[in-house]
Protein backbone atom coordinates (compact mmCIF):
# COMPACT_ATOMS: atom_id res chain seq x y z
CA UNK A 1 0.00 0.00 0.00
CA UNK A 2 1.35 3.60 -1.05
CA UNK A 3 1.28 6.24 1.28
CA UNK A 4 1.60 9.93 0.83
CA UNK A 5 1.91 13.24 3.09
CA UNK A 6 -2.16 13.86 3.73
CA UNK A 7 -3.07 17.17 5.04
CA UNK A 8 -2.23 17.49 9.03
CA UNK A 9 -5.31 19.48 9.72
CA UNK A 10 -7.28 16.49 8.12
CA UNK A 11 -5.48 13.73 9.73
CA UNK A 12 -4.95 15.55 13.36
CA UNK A 13 -9.22 15.82 13.03
CA UNK A 14 -10.89 13.09 15.46
CA UNK A 15 -13.17 11.22 14.51
CA UNK A 16 -17.17 12.25 15.94
CA UNK A 17 -17.40 10.29 19.53
CA UNK A 18 -20.77 9.70 18.34
CA UNK A 19 -20.01 7.23 16.16
CA UNK A 20 -17.89 4.83 18.14
CA UNK A 21 -21.63 3.97 19.56
CA UNK A 22 -23.48 3.76 16.59
CA UNK A 23 -20.78 1.84 14.97
CA UNK A 24 -20.92 -0.88 18.59
CA UNK A 25 -24.78 -0.88 18.68
CA UNK A 26 -25.69 -1.16 14.78
CA UNK A 27 -23.65 -4.80 15.39
CA UNK A 28 -26.18 -5.30 18.43
CA UNK A 29 -29.91 -6.67 17.65
CA UNK A 30 -33.04 -5.54 20.14
CA UNK A 31 -30.86 -2.38 20.55
CA UNK A 32 -32.98 0.94 21.30
CA UNK A 33 -31.26 4.13 20.36
CA UNK A 34 -32.01 7.37 22.43
CA UNK A 35 -28.78 8.12 20.34
CA UNK A 36 -29.53 9.73 16.75
CA UNK A 37 -30.38 13.43 17.11
CA UNK A 38 -32.93 13.19 14.53
CA UNK A 39 -36.97 13.10 14.09
CA UNK A 40 -38.76 9.58 14.48
CA UNK A 41 -41.53 11.37 12.23
CA UNK A 42 -41.24 10.57 8.33
CA UNK A 43 -41.92 14.35 6.59
CA UNK A 44 -45.12 15.08 6.11
CA UNK A 45 -47.34 13.71 3.14
CA UNK A 46 -47.74 17.11 1.37
CA UNK A 47 -43.83 18.05 1.56
CA UNK A 48 -43.24 14.33 0.08
CA UNK A 49 -45.65 14.92 -2.91
CA UNK A 50 -44.20 18.45 -4.04
CA UNK A 51 -40.76 17.09 -4.73
CA UNK A 52 -42.41 14.07 -6.75
CA UNK A 53 -44.42 16.42 -8.40
CA UNK A 54 -41.49 18.84 -9.29
CA UNK A 55 -39.46 15.82 -10.29
CA UNK A 56 -42.90 14.65 -12.62
CA UNK A 57 -43.06 17.64 -13.67
CA UNK A 58 -38.88 17.86 -14.92
CA UNK A 59 -37.32 19.92 -12.74
CA UNK A 60 -34.27 18.05 -12.78
CA UNK A 61 -31.67 20.68 -13.20
CA UNK A 62 -29.44 23.09 -11.05
CA UNK A 63 -31.16 25.78 -9.60
CA UNK A 64 -29.99 29.16 -9.10
CA UNK A 65 -26.86 29.31 -7.09
CA UNK A 66 -28.49 31.13 -3.92
CA UNK A 67 -31.55 28.59 -4.36
CA UNK A 68 -34.96 29.15 -6.28
CA UNK A 69 -36.42 32.71 -5.87
CA UNK A 70 -39.77 31.04 -4.73
CA UNK A 71 -37.95 29.55 -1.77
CA UNK A 72 -36.26 32.15 -0.98
CA UNK A 73 -39.41 34.33 -0.88
CA UNK A 74 -41.04 32.62 1.29
CA UNK A 75 -38.07 32.02 3.44
CA UNK A 76 -38.30 35.59 3.61
CA UNK A 77 -41.77 35.74 5.38
CA UNK A 78 -41.33 33.12 7.00
CA UNK A 79 -38.55 34.68 8.99
CA UNK A 80 -40.49 37.72 9.28
CA UNK A 81 -43.34 35.51 10.73
CA UNK A 82 -41.28 33.17 13.12
CA UNK A 83 -38.53 34.98 13.89
CA UNK A 84 -39.48 38.46 13.57
CA UNK A 85 -36.54 39.91 11.93
CA UNK A 86 -36.94 41.19 7.76
CA UNK A 87 -34.44 39.72 5.46
CA UNK A 88 -35.30 40.53 1.89
CA UNK A 89 -34.88 37.60 -0.63
CA UNK A 90 -30.79 38.88 -1.67
CA UNK A 91 -29.76 37.91 1.96
CA UNK A 92 -31.13 34.61 1.95
CA UNK A 93 -29.21 32.04 0.56
CA UNK A 94 -30.20 27.68 0.58
CA UNK A 95 -27.57 25.36 1.31
CA UNK A 96 -27.17 21.63 1.71
CA UNK A 97 -27.85 21.50 5.58
CA UNK A 98 -27.44 23.34 8.18
CA UNK A 99 -24.31 21.91 8.25
CA UNK A 100 -23.24 23.81 5.12
CA UNK A 101 -23.82 27.08 6.21
CA UNK A 102 -22.41 26.92 9.51
CA UNK A 103 -19.03 25.91 7.41
CA UNK A 104 -19.04 28.64 4.47
CA UNK A 105 -20.10 31.01 7.08
CA UNK A 106 -16.87 30.26 9.67
CA UNK A 107 -14.87 30.46 6.17
CA UNK A 108 -16.27 33.68 5.64
CA UNK A 109 -15.13 35.25 8.22
CA UNK A 110 -11.85 33.58 9.62
CA UNK A 111 -8.23 34.43 8.90
CA UNK A 112 -5.77 32.10 10.28
CA UNK A 113 -5.34 32.54 13.88
CA UNK A 114 -8.70 34.25 14.67
CA UNK A 115 -10.35 32.78 17.82
CA UNK A 116 -13.92 31.52 17.38
CA UNK A 117 -15.92 31.05 20.99
CA UNK A 118 -17.56 28.09 21.03
CA UNK A 119 -20.25 27.45 23.90
CA UNK A 120 -19.78 23.75 25.02
CA UNK A 121 -21.64 21.51 25.41
CA UNK A 122 -22.18 21.95 21.65
CA UNK A 123 -22.87 20.33 18.71
CA UNK A 124 -19.41 18.00 17.80
CA UNK A 125 -19.06 19.83 14.32
CA UNK A 126 -18.37 23.20 15.99
CA UNK A 127 -15.31 22.71 16.83
CA UNK A 128 -13.80 20.82 13.82
CA UNK A 129 -15.41 22.90 11.14
CA UNK A 130 -13.54 26.49 13.15
CA UNK A 131 -10.69 24.38 12.92
CA UNK A 132 -10.76 23.22 9.21
CA UNK A 133 -11.36 26.98 8.06
CA UNK A 134 -8.09 27.91 9.59
CA UNK A 135 -9.50 29.30 13.23
CA UNK A 136 -8.95 28.48 16.69
CA UNK A 137 -11.73 26.99 18.74
CA UNK A 138 -12.39 28.41 22.26
CA UNK A 139 -14.36 26.14 24.70
CA UNK A 140 -16.54 28.61 27.01
CA UNK A 141 -18.29 26.15 29.44
CA UNK A 142 -21.80 26.27 30.78
CA UNK A 143 -22.60 25.06 34.12
CA UNK A 144 -25.16 22.88 34.98
CA UNK A 145 -26.63 25.16 37.91
CA UNK A 146 -27.24 27.54 35.09
CA UNK A 147 -29.34 25.22 33.04
CA UNK A 148 -26.44 25.27 30.69
CA UNK A 149 -27.29 28.86 30.31
CA UNK A 150 -24.38 30.82 28.73
CA UNK A 151 -23.61 33.75 30.93
CA UNK A 152 -22.33 37.17 30.24
CA UNK A 153 -19.63 36.79 32.09
CA UNK A 154 -18.45 33.30 31.03
CA UNK A 155 -18.27 34.87 27.29
CA UNK A 156 -16.77 38.30 28.43
CA UNK A 157 -13.88 35.96 30.29
CA UNK A 158 -12.72 33.83 27.39
CA UNK A 159 -12.50 37.22 24.83
CA UNK A 160 -9.26 37.45 23.38
CA UNK A 161 -7.57 40.62 21.13
CA UNK A 162 -7.84 37.24 18.72
CA UNK A 163 -11.52 36.66 19.16
CA UNK A 164 -13.74 37.34 15.80
CA UNK A 165 -17.03 35.20 16.12
CA UNK A 166 -19.25 32.75 18.43
CA UNK A 167 -21.13 30.39 17.30
CA UNK A 168 -24.48 29.97 19.40
CA UNK A 169 -26.98 27.37 19.73
CA UNK A 170 -30.78 28.01 21.10
CA UNK A 171 -32.39 25.41 21.82
CA UNK A 172 -29.33 23.87 21.96
CA UNK A 173 -27.69 20.20 21.03
CA UNK A 174 -27.20 18.55 23.62
CA UNK A 175 -28.73 20.27 26.43
CA UNK A 176 -31.76 21.32 24.92
CA UNK A 177 -31.57 24.61 26.93
CA UNK A 178 -33.00 27.65 25.12
CA UNK A 179 -32.41 30.96 25.96
CA UNK A 180 -35.35 33.78 26.40
CA UNK A 181 -35.03 37.36 25.14
CA UNK A 182 -33.51 38.92 28.32
CA UNK A 183 -30.72 36.51 28.21
CA UNK A 184 -30.01 36.88 24.84
CA UNK A 185 -30.00 41.05 25.37
CA UNK A 186 -27.33 40.21 28.09
CA UNK A 187 -25.13 38.10 25.92
CA UNK A 188 -26.02 40.83 23.28
CA UNK A 189 -24.22 43.87 25.17
CA UNK A 190 -21.50 41.65 25.33
CA UNK A 191 -21.34 40.74 21.43
CA UNK A 192 -22.03 44.68 20.66
CA UNK A 193 -18.94 45.64 23.19
CA UNK A 194 -16.65 43.69 21.87
CA UNK A 195 -17.94 43.97 17.80
CA UNK A 196 -18.01 40.34 17.60
CA UNK A 197 -20.20 38.22 14.78
CA UNK A 198 -22.68 35.76 15.79
CA UNK A 199 -23.25 32.46 14.00
CA UNK A 200 -26.91 31.71 15.62
CA UNK A 201 -27.57 28.08 14.76
CA UNK A 202 -31.72 28.11 15.16
CA UNK A 203 -31.79 24.73 13.77
CA UNK A 204 -34.20 24.11 16.52
CA UNK A 205 -36.29 26.97 16.46
CA UNK A 206 -39.43 25.43 15.97
CA UNK A 207 -39.04 22.88 18.79
CA UNK A 208 -39.88 24.84 21.59
CA UNK A 209 -42.15 23.59 24.34
CA UNK A 210 -42.71 26.40 26.99
CA UNK A 211 -41.73 29.76 26.39
CA UNK A 212 -42.33 31.47 22.43
CA UNK A 213 -39.06 31.82 20.14
CA UNK A 214 -36.73 34.40 20.27
CA UNK A 215 -34.16 34.49 17.38
CA UNK A 216 -30.89 36.24 18.47
CA UNK A 217 -31.06 37.99 14.95
CA UNK A 218 -33.97 39.97 16.35
CA UNK A 219 -32.46 41.40 19.49
CA UNK A 220 -32.05 45.32 18.97
CA UNK A 221 -28.44 45.88 16.92
CA UNK A 222 -27.84 42.68 16.56
CA UNK A 223 -29.30 41.87 12.80
CA UNK A 224 -25.78 43.39 11.74
CA UNK A 225 -23.87 40.91 13.75
CA UNK A 226 -25.55 37.81 12.88
CA UNK A 227 -25.42 34.93 10.82
CA UNK A 228 -28.72 33.60 11.56
CA UNK A 229 -28.31 29.28 10.63
CA UNK A 230 -31.45 27.70 10.21
CA UNK A 231 -32.78 24.69 8.21
CA UNK A 232 -35.54 21.89 7.75
CA UNK A 233 -33.78 18.79 9.34
CA UNK A 234 -35.41 19.20 13.16
CA UNK A 235 -38.50 20.78 13.29
CA UNK A 236 -40.28 19.76 9.57
CA UNK A 237 -38.35 15.96 9.97
CA UNK A 238 -36.18 16.50 6.60
CA UNK A 239 -33.05 15.31 7.93
CA UNK A 240 -32.20 13.43 4.66
CA UNK A 241 -33.57 16.01 2.10
CA UNK A 242 -30.12 17.57 3.40
CA UNK A 243 -31.73 21.40 3.21
CA UNK A 244 -30.64 24.11 5.03
CA UNK A 245 -30.84 27.97 4.89
CA UNK A 246 -28.99 31.06 6.03
CA UNK A 247 -30.38 34.73 6.17
CA UNK A 248 -27.26 37.62 6.93
CA UNK A 249 -26.25 40.92 5.47
CA UNK A 250 -25.31 40.92 1.93
CA UNK A 251 -21.72 41.65 3.31
CA UNK A 252 -21.32 38.61 4.66
CA UNK A 253 -23.63 36.47 2.42
CA UNK A 254 -22.05 37.54 -0.98
CA UNK A 255 -18.50 35.94 -0.37
CA UNK A 256 -20.46 32.94 1.29
CA UNK A 257 -22.45 32.69 -1.74
CA UNK A 258 -18.90 32.64 -4.24
CA UNK A 259 -17.68 29.34 -1.51
CA UNK A 260 -21.32 27.40 -2.17
CA UNK A 261 -20.96 27.90 -5.43
CA UNK A 262 -17.80 26.44 -5.94
CA UNK A 263 -18.00 23.71 -3.90
CA UNK A 264 -21.57 22.63 -4.75
CA UNK A 265 -23.38 24.96 -7.46
CA UNK A 266 -26.70 24.67 -4.85
CA UNK A 267 -28.81 22.55 -3.37
CA UNK A 268 -30.87 20.01 -4.52
CA UNK A 269 -33.26 20.86 -6.69
CA UNK A 270 -36.14 18.31 -5.83
CA UNK A 271 -35.64 19.28 -1.65
CA UNK A 272 -36.03 22.80 -2.44
CA UNK A 273 -39.47 22.24 -4.15
CA UNK A 274 -40.59 19.87 -1.21
CA UNK A 275 -39.45 23.32 1.22
CA UNK A 276 -41.67 25.57 -0.58
CA UNK A 277 -44.43 23.16 0.29
CA UNK A 278 -42.90 23.15 3.65
CA UNK A 279 -42.82 26.36 4.41
CA UNK A 280 -45.98 27.43 2.78
CA UNK A 281 -48.17 24.88 4.25
CA UNK A 282 -47.66 26.37 7.32
CA UNK A 283 -47.67 25.07 10.92
CA UNK A 284 -50.33 21.75 11.11
CA UNK A 285 -47.96 19.03 10.94
CA UNK A 286 -44.75 21.36 12.98
CA UNK A 287 -47.57 21.59 15.99
CA UNK A 288 -48.75 18.15 16.09
CA UNK A 289 -44.91 17.11 16.11
CA UNK A 290 -43.95 19.21 18.69
CA UNK A 291 -47.14 18.27 20.99
CA UNK A 292 -45.82 14.94 20.52
CA UNK A 293 -42.37 15.72 21.45
CA UNK A 294 -43.30 17.92 24.39
CA UNK A 295 -45.40 14.90 26.39
CA UNK A 296 -42.43 12.28 25.37
CA UNK A 297 -40.20 15.41 27.13
CA UNK A 298 -42.51 15.65 30.42
CA UNK A 299 -41.71 11.76 30.50
CA UNK A 300 -38.47 11.08 30.24
CA UNK A 301 -37.45 13.97 32.17
CA UNK A 302 -39.43 13.09 34.83
CA UNK A 303 -38.70 9.53 34.68
CA UNK A 304 -34.64 10.34 34.93
CA UNK A 305 -35.39 12.44 38.10
CA UNK A 306 -37.63 9.88 39.80
CA UNK A 307 -34.49 7.19 39.48
CA UNK A 308 -32.09 9.63 41.32
CA UNK A 309 -30.25 10.71 37.68
CA UNK A 310 -30.71 14.75 37.80
CA UNK A 311 -32.33 16.35 34.74
CA UNK A 312 -33.17 19.64 34.03
CA UNK A 313 -36.13 20.46 32.17
CA UNK A 314 -35.17 21.74 28.65
CA UNK A 315 -36.73 24.13 26.55
CA UNK A 316 -36.16 22.86 23.44
CA UNK A 317 -34.73 20.41 20.97
CA UNK A 318 -35.61 16.91 21.43
CA UNK A 319 -32.53 16.20 24.02
CA UNK A 320 -33.08 15.48 27.47
CA UNK A 321 -29.07 15.49 29.10
CA UNK A 322 -29.39 14.04 33.03
CA UNK A 323 -26.29 13.93 35.28
CA UNK A 324 -25.20 10.18 35.89
CA UNK A 325 -22.75 11.24 38.30
CA UNK A 326 -24.66 9.74 41.14
CA UNK A 327 -24.00 6.42 39.76
CA UNK A 328 -19.64 6.88 40.36
CA UNK A 329 -19.41 6.39 36.84
CA UNK A 330 -18.14 8.41 33.75
CA UNK A 331 -20.25 9.58 31.20
CA UNK A 332 -18.82 6.82 28.36
CA UNK A 333 -18.31 4.33 30.87
CA UNK A 334 -22.16 4.47 31.81
CA UNK A 335 -23.02 4.76 28.14
CA UNK A 336 -20.97 1.81 27.23
CA UNK A 337 -22.26 -0.57 30.43
CA UNK A 338 -25.82 1.01 29.21
CA UNK A 339 -24.89 -0.52 25.69
CA UNK A 340 -23.58 -4.00 26.17
CA UNK A 341 -25.73 -4.53 29.19
CA UNK A 342 -29.29 -3.66 28.91
CA UNK A 343 -29.01 -2.64 24.71
CA UNK A 344 -29.89 1.12 25.14
CA UNK A 345 -28.03 3.58 23.20
CA UNK A 346 -27.17 6.67 24.36
CA UNK A 347 -24.38 9.19 23.54
CA UNK A 348 -21.63 10.29 26.65
CA UNK A 349 -21.71 14.39 27.32
CA UNK A 350 -18.36 14.16 27.27
CA UNK A 351 -18.11 14.00 23.23
CA UNK A 352 -19.48 17.84 23.00
CA UNK A 353 -17.12 19.21 25.32
CA UNK A 354 -15.34 18.82 28.73
CA UNK A 355 -18.84 20.34 30.42
CA UNK A 356 -20.58 17.47 29.54
CA UNK A 357 -18.65 15.04 31.54
CA UNK A 358 -20.75 13.26 34.27
CA UNK A 359 -23.88 13.63 31.75
CA UNK A 360 -25.16 11.55 29.22
CA UNK A 361 -27.60 12.83 26.14
CA UNK A 362 -30.51 11.00 25.13
CA UNK A 363 -32.50 12.10 22.59
CA UNK A 364 -36.53 11.11 23.00
CA UNK A 365 -37.30 11.42 18.93
CA UNK A 366 -38.80 8.13 19.42
CA UNK A 367 -42.00 6.65 19.81
CA UNK A 368 -43.32 6.37 24.01
CA UNK A 369 -43.35 2.51 23.75
CA UNK A 370 -39.84 2.77 23.24
CA UNK A 371 -38.73 5.28 25.36
CA UNK A 372 -41.31 3.64 28.31
CA UNK A 373 -39.03 0.17 27.66
CA UNK A 374 -35.73 2.41 27.34
CA UNK A 375 -36.06 4.17 30.49
CA UNK A 376 -37.02 0.52 32.40
CA UNK A 377 -33.97 -0.46 31.17
CA UNK A 378 -31.86 2.47 32.52
CA UNK A 379 -33.54 2.48 36.02
CA UNK A 380 -32.15 -1.66 36.26
CA UNK A 381 -29.38 -0.35 34.98
CA UNK A 382 -28.77 2.36 37.56
CA UNK A 383 -30.00 0.27 40.42
CA UNK A 384 -27.64 -2.48 39.72
CA UNK A 385 -24.73 -0.12 39.66
CA UNK A 386 -25.86 1.54 42.62
CA UNK A 387 -26.58 -1.64 44.67
CA UNK A 388 -22.71 -2.69 43.72
CA UNK A 389 -20.96 0.77 44.67
CA UNK A 390 -23.21 0.29 47.91
CA UNK A 391 -21.85 -3.31 48.43
N1 LIG B 1 -26.74 22.31 14.14
C1 LIG B 1 -27.10 21.54 15.17
C2 LIG B 1 -27.09 22.12 16.54
C3 LIG B 1 -27.47 20.21 14.97
O1 LIG B 1 -27.82 19.46 16.01
C4 LIG B 1 -27.45 19.69 13.66
C5 LIG B 1 -27.83 18.25 13.36
N2 LIG B 1 -27.56 17.33 14.33
C6 LIG B 1 -27.07 20.53 12.62
C7 LIG B 1 -26.73 21.84 12.90
C8 LIG B 1 -27.01 20.05 11.20
O2 LIG B 1 -28.27 20.05 10.61
P1 LIG B 1 -28.50 19.74 9.07
O3 LIG B 1 -29.13 18.39 9.01
O4 LIG B 1 -29.46 20.82 8.62
O5 LIG B 1 -27.21 19.82 8.38
Known sequence: MKTFTLSETATSLKPSGIRKFFDLASGMEGVISLGVGEPDFVTPWNVREAAIRSLE??????????????????????????????????????TVGAS???????????????????????????????????????????????????????????????????????????????????????IADVVERYNLIVLSDEIYAELMYDEAYTSFASIEGMRDHTILISGFSKGFAMTGWRLGMVAAPVFFLEHMLKIHQYMLMCAPTMAQFAAIEALRAGDRDVIAMRKSYKQRRNFIVK?????????????????????????????????????????????????????GNGYIRCSYATSMEQLMEAVKRIKRFVDKKRDKTMN
Open 57 to 94: EGYTAYTANAGLLELRQEASSYFKRKFDVSYDASEILI
Open 303 to 355: SFNEMGLTCHMPGGAFYAFPSIRSTGMTSEQFAEELLLEEKVAVVPGSVFGES
Open 100 to 186: EAIDIALRTIINPGDEVLVIEPCFVAYAPLVTLAGGIPISVSTSPENGFKLQPEELEAAITEHTKAMLLCSPSNPTGTSLNKDELEA
